[in-house]
Nanobody, 115 residues
Framework: QVQLAESGGGLVQAGGSLRLSCGAS????????AAWYRQAPGKQRELVAG???????SYADSVKGRFTISRDNAKSTVYLQMNSLKPEDTGVYYC?????????WGKGTLVTVSS
């Protein structure tokens, strides 16, 4: 059984930074793909950043140059460094990990950016 635990969310002023973490616990053979999604109030969940098993990364246009996804495969942990935060970055952030071919979601961590 694999469980994900997210941390790092909180309240920050516009222009500030936060670092989200998502750690997987349980029986983990291989961490394949990883991604961060977010859901703003009243909006659909959207993909923010992704990291493939080969090391490639991708970002939503709205966060390019400000957010960085990284991973520590040995620790089965994925990070999202968020810089130059804007009020429109406010939302619940979810990590999504593909582990040994199975898809797992975290429960979400709230990020609030004040203007």
């Amino acid at each position: 059984q694999v469980q994900l635990a997210e941390s790092g969310g909180g309240l920050v002023q516009a222009g500030g930074s936060l670092r989200l973490s998502c750690g997987a616990s349980g029986t983990i053979f291989s961490l394949n793909a990883a991604a961060w999604y977010r859901q703003a109030p009243g909006k659909q969940r959207e993909l923010v950043a992704g990291s493939g098993s080969g090391g490639g990364t991708s970002y939503a246009d709205s966060v390019k140059g400000r957010f960085t996804i990284s991973r520590d495969n040995a620790k089965s942990t994925v990070y999202l460094q968020m810089n130059s935060l804007k009020p429109e970055d406010t939302g619940v952030y979810y990590c999504n990990l593909l582990i040994s071919g199975e898809d797992y979601w975290g429960k979400g961590t709230l990020v609030t950016v004040s203007s």
